[in-house]
């Protein structure tokens, strides 16, 4: 594919002509950066600097969390696994169950006081504070039909959803915590094994009654309560 | 080279006999690399219409091994990067340094056709066993591991030249500003590509670090190859047509130094949170944000260039996609930072965003700047000017529409993905209910893929011709909006 290929390649001015129209190469000027420019670039930096601090896990080889330090530091973030381990178990419960509760808040509020005629509350109820067997039973299982709760009926269409078959025991387990000793409610703590206990013994798919469950009104699942109110002294010991 | 406005006729005229001897030194290499490339982007195109409409109907040409989803998408990325990318780039690069150093290419023409051919092969071979279920499953190294000692010595016998040309220039003052891309990307390239392959295929054991060594591997690859041939077309061709010098110096090698330094950092904070020692991770994400700062410079010398110039860019199909890719860079720099940072990179990780990155960097910035040398150099070689105005306008609108959808498209997929996966909300939500959300988004990007595809069979055709020798006949350039004196202002 030679240029002599082509018939009029003699034609020396035409062949030529792209490189003759051709500008000169110019050497670069030096015209100042405008200093915003230097600003912003420093802004990168110290964003960038950022990325690097606790995120580099120390600079060992060893460890592949950044938030958890070779030596057993802290993890820095607020609320995580790291800051649990110096928590007694019913202030980790009371910790873990309150980001759990923004699920039930969705009906029940955030203060728990429910909606009148349609949610019942949680702030007070006897539901709440009393038989923790009753309690564990609606929330697995869920709950159907009019109820009355401190003397106010109420009945949603559908009722509860049961929440079992979507949560861990250990996360139900942390929510009923919470929303037994908060708002001014007190209660034993309710444990992860409490939750399996129940989950083992009653496999239902419907949802209860008031009617149904009225036999495990006052009833406590047996367990260690291994810390906050009426924590069994083996447990304590633990 | 260096012509002052002083120059007597005669040198002027010295001086454009030895640009015409240079442009005919280099032209069977370049034309070479520069039809193949068209051919291999084609194909990458079309396999990437093809496994953009696998990711929205899975039953497409359902019973076809050979176009399942996990072996079209590494063709059409093998075919994109090695078939085009680094053809195009290697012929831009040994052009550009020859004109830049007034050197003509001596000897060894034969061994450089050689070298292109046996690159084309080892490629095509790849590129099949892909097809035929017998991919290495390492991304951008999918091809059987007996390539890659093949693809290397072709590449090297390419870039020796390149890099003996800069060592016998003369070097006017400038010189540099897009030469040391050129000749950076020369010696980056092997290493890189040397560095992954032997970790990835020599060492034993390597366990998930071979998947971070793989990110770095990309993110190398582009950054100190695909990058630097970019930023130096953009060097080269922006002052060549404006008639406007660079406007800082001082940027220009701030903004090569900084690109030179940071650029083989980053890559692994691909998996940030994942099981590679935190500081690889952390140190690849404190890059990748950095790297906003030479493209920063790089983009701020053009715009100080450019400043009240952009009439040109209405006019020359060079400046307008050498324009355009100088556009994009800016933006594979944010959208890097984005998916770097730790704060945005959480919810982007593992997204689409990350191939928004691959299409910006590799096609909007890269392969729009080589668009633009490619429009500008060939004429020079073949004799002949480009056939029609209409294929170079349908070429750059179908590029731009095509190419800034699948950009943004894959970025707000990313976005929405990531988002969705890490919402407490979304607790009860199977994986597959987030991967049908995403599909109007890969409707999109098949959409642009054949946009883009429609774009490419009109290069390709328009390059054939022009390389066969049926362009235009004429004197005056193509230029895509005609002036009535064919005399005025040349900026093609």
Redesign the interface.
Known sequence: ?S?N??P??TDL??????????????????????LW?TF??ML??I??????GP????????????FSIAAGGMDPRPGADGAGATLDPFALAMKKGASGY??CGGCHQGNGAGLPGQFPPLAGSEWVTGGTERLIRVVQHGLVGAITVKGQGYNTPGGMQPFGA?MSSQDLANVLTYIRNTWGNEGTMITKEMVQKVRDEEKRATQWTEAELQPFADKNVEGEIPAGPGATAAAAAK | MQTTPDTSETDLKADNLRRAAIDKSVKAPVLFLFTNGAFWLMLSTILGVLAAIKLVEPSFLDGCPYISYGRLQPAHINALVYGWGVQAALGVMLWIMARRSGQELKSGKSLLITAGVFWNITITVGILAVLMGKSTSIEWLEMPEFTWPILLVCFLCYAWPIARMFGRAIRPEGFMVSTWYILGACFWFPWIFITANVALHCLPGLGALGAGIDAWYIHAVILLFFVPVGVGCAYYFIPKITGQPIASAQLASAGFWTLAILGGWTGMQKYMGGPLPAWMTAIGAATGVLLLIPVGLVGLNHHLTALGKHSAVATSPTLRFVFFGALFYPVSGLVLAMNSAFWTGSGLQFTQSWYSFQVVSLYGFFSMSVFGAIYYIVPRLSGCEWLSVRLIRNHFWFSVYGISTIVIMSLVAGWQQGADMNNPEHWDQNFMNHVLNSRPYVVSRAVAWALISFSNLMFLLHLLLMVVGLGRRSSAPTLLYSHHDEHAPAHA
């Open positions: 594919m240029a290929a082509h009029d390649s001015d035409r062949i030529h002509s792209a490189v003759k129209r051709e500008k000169a190469d110019l050497p670069p000027e030096s015209q100042p950066a405008p420019a912003l670039l990168v930096a964003v960038a600097g950022g990325q690097l995120m580099a896990g120390g600079w060992s080889f060893d460890v592949s969390n950044p923004a699920i979507a």
